[in-house]
């Protein structure tokens, strides 16, 4: 069934030793805010987590890195054309205009992608160098950019790697590497029910995205990710169209006796989500239904599914 609710998305989860999302354009160090000195994530990070977590489920995933024989990596154009069927057999360019060629390929990509029904994307449709055009789906799932709710200390490491730095040499290449001893952040998205008709994304897709956001961040165990953790995943649904509350990742605060650049664990401070609750109580007559799924080590200044209870909210307890 196509999403017919809007929905506001708050996921945080905190990272020990590690380098959360790196800026290649800045020696691939974490993302800081000069000003504030919080950590910063791309939404496009949260989202490739996403799209790896479906990927390995089996799902079908439109961005993806693909590549031939010879090693070359499909350009999106490339990629598009992957979904040019009819009845599973690659239909031929010359054969169809490029209106046809459109009609397909967005069909069959709405159809197999549930990356490209929960975030859209631009797809490019190339019948001939004159004549080509392109499919613009704007995503119902939008995240703004991470943050951490606590400022960070960059740490710059260095060490040895283990193969000589060059034929005949005796000294061994060094490795060096920007990292957070630790960093909380918290993300916060909104599902649009107006653009999910567009992309025909259903409730199904969205528990999968949700799936996705909670198991694939604790899954991504590379060498610059290992030690990830979620915390706390809410998703408030609504009655009325058209309507959400907004901002709701500005009514959570992590509070700690510790310097906040000091903070090495999510046990030395304590989640404060008193407004946030207060902020839900008052709309509540416009809330359906609230999803929460919470981390056992995280400690809030009160127990966030008995307190949506008792303030009369209907609340579930998401399980992955």
């Known amino acids: 069934m196509t999403v017919m609710n809007r929905s506001e998305i708050l996921f945080y989860y905190d990272i020990n030793y590690c380098n959360p999302n790196g800026d290649p354009l800045d020696a691939n160090k974490p993302r800081i805010d000069e000003e504030t000195g919080k950590n910063i994530v791309t939404d496009v990070r949260l989202k490739r987590t996403i799209r790896d977590y479906l990927l390995a489920k089996g799902e079908g995933i439109f961005v993806q890195e693909i590549a031939d024989d010879a090693g070359v990596i499909q350009d999106a154009k490339q990629r598009a054309e992957d979904f040019l069927l009819q009845d599973k057999f690659k239909l031929k360019k010359g054969n169809l205009s490029l209106a046809d060629m459109k009609k397909i390929i967005q069909k069959n990509i709405l159809e197999e992608c549930i990356d490209v029904r929960l ?4 797809i490019p449709i190339e019948k001939s160098t004159k004549e080509k055009n392109s499919v613009t789906l704007t995503g119902p799932v939008q995240f703004k950019m991470g943050q951490s709710l606590h400022r960070v200390k960059l740490q710059y490491v260095k060490g040895t790697g283990a193969f000589a730095s060059g034929s005949n040499m005796t000294q061994k290449t060094f490795r060096e590497e920007y990292i957070l001893p630790y960093s909380l952040i918290g993300f916060y998205g909104i599902v649009n029910e107006n653009a999910a008709k567009e992309t025909n994304l259903t409730e199904e897709d969205v528990s999968k995205l949700l799936e996705g956001i909670w198991v694939g961040t604790m899954n991504l165990i590379s060498r610059s990710k290992a030690g990830q953790q979620p ?15 907004g901002e709701l990742d500005k009514l959570v605060s992590f509070v700690s006796d510790k310097n906040q650049e000091e903070i090495r664990d999510i046990t030395e401070g304590v989640l404060e989500i008193g407004l946030l609750l207060n902020a839900l109580e008052e709309n509540k007559n416009k809330i359906k239904i609230i999803q929460i799924k919470k981390d056992s080590r995280t400690i809030f200044n009160t127990d966030i599914l008995d307190e949506v209870k008792q303030r009369g909210l209907d609340v579930e307890e998401l399980v992955f």
């Open 119 to 122: 975030f859209g994307a631009t």
């Open 231 to 245: 915390r706390l995943l809410v998703r408030v649904v609504y009655k009325e169209n058209n309507y959400h509350i």
